[in-house]
């Protein structure tokens, strides 16, 4: 199965579905893609609607809403039917690269990344901020958030299935595999042209996604950093009533008195923040809404060989009675 996600121009669209179907038919006997289109995007319908009476194999999911690129990529793989699944974005993964793909997960991958070495979208403080936050998944995380690791993946069954059957797997979906230890491979390729750049607030919100999602080390962290300022705030007691035993005149300390109320303060609103992350967080856990609804479903003209099909062409009461005459 190839889940493709709707991107780009609807002329990019047909052009990708021509060459992933001639790279996809010489080599296997049964296949399947999956177009997972969005409402936002309704100029792709009559694109579509041309893929689906032109193309073989070709199953087509409209949802009712824009979701990011996690949620649509959950919603083919809960509906994809192969043994091994690729996911890949119609705008600049290079279909020539899936047998690569499924041939490394054939050899025993569970998940095969295919990342984008092409980074020019992004700009220096974004490739930075990228490094930086890569280093600290794999220091702290345990987790390798490569730069550049896109839509592009291959999944073998038993990833799929494990994936799905979470709770909410679109929050997974990024970093499956590195994040239950299953077997995985990292290849790489140019991509299809320059990406575009992702604004700094779209990359941090997708950091704190994936750090909040898979570890409470931030929290271990605030909470450490609150111990800290509360050890240092008992030393300046002890301070305190040094100065007043040992000190016949005390000033008023409005500086000092207003310092240790803003680092306290800012300590405070600090945990209180990470703390509202995570109870937000188990409130979507807890939550049974469906992270997306399908507005509708679409199914290629030729969808499977004749002599593959499991349909009886003729009836036998009618060869019967054909015969009785």
């Given amino acids: 199965s190839c889940v493709v996600l709707c991107r780009g121009t609807p002329e990019q669209l047909v052009g990708f579905v021509a060459d992933l179907t001639r790279v996809l038919r010489p080599r296997l006997a049964d296949y399947e893609i999956i177009l997972v289109n969005d409402q936002k995007r ?12 032109v193309e073989p194999y070709v199953r087509v999911l409209h949802l009712s809403q824009a979701k990011s690129d996690s949620v649509a990529a959950s919603a083919g793989l809960e509906t994809s039917l192969g043994d091994y699944v690729c996911v890949m974005d119609s705008e600049f993964d290079p279909p020539e690269r ?42 702290h995380l345990k987790l390798d958030v ?13 990833a ?31 991509g299809r042209g320059q990406r575009h750049r992702r604004g700094l607030s779209e990359s941090i919100d997708e950091a704190i996604d994936i ?62 923040a990470a703390m509202g992350e995570y109870v937000g967080r188990l409130l979507e856990r807890t939550s049974t809404n469906p992270a997306y609804w399908v507005l509708e479903e679409r199914t290629s003209k030729h969808f499977a060989e004749p ?15 054909a015969n009785s005459r």
């Fill in 307 to 321: 002599s593959r099909r499991n349909v009886v062409e003729q009836s036998a009461v009618t060869d019967i009675s």
């Fill in 211 to 272: 750090v909040i999602s898979t570890s409470p080390h931030p929290l271990r962290m605030l909470s450490s950093l609150g111990l800290f300022f509360a050890s240092a705030n008992l030393l300046y007691v002890a301070y305190v009533v040094g100065i007043f035993l040992f000190k016949p005149q005390v000033a008023s300390g409005w500086t000092t008195l207003s310092l240790q109320i803003a680092c306290l303060s800012f300590v405070v609103i600090v945990l209180l």
């Fill in 146 to 158: 490569t730069p550049g690791m896109g839509t592009f993946r291959c999944m073998n069954r038993y």
């Fill in 42 to 53: 309704a100029a792709f319908r009559p694109a579509i609607e041309q893929i689906v009476q």
């Fill in 98 to 139: 899936v047998p690569d793909a499924v041939l490394a997960a054939m050899e025993g991958a569970d998940v095969v990344f295919v990342i984008d070495r092409n980074q020019t979208g992004r700009d220096v403080l974004g490739r930075l901020l990228a490094r930086a936050f890569s280093w600290y998944a794999r220091q």
């Fill in 160 to 190: 799929v299935n494990a994936l799905t059957r979470l709770a909410q797997p679109y929050r997974y979906y990024r970093i499956w595999g590195d994040y239950v230890g299953l077997t995985t491979v990292r290849t790489y390729h140019d």
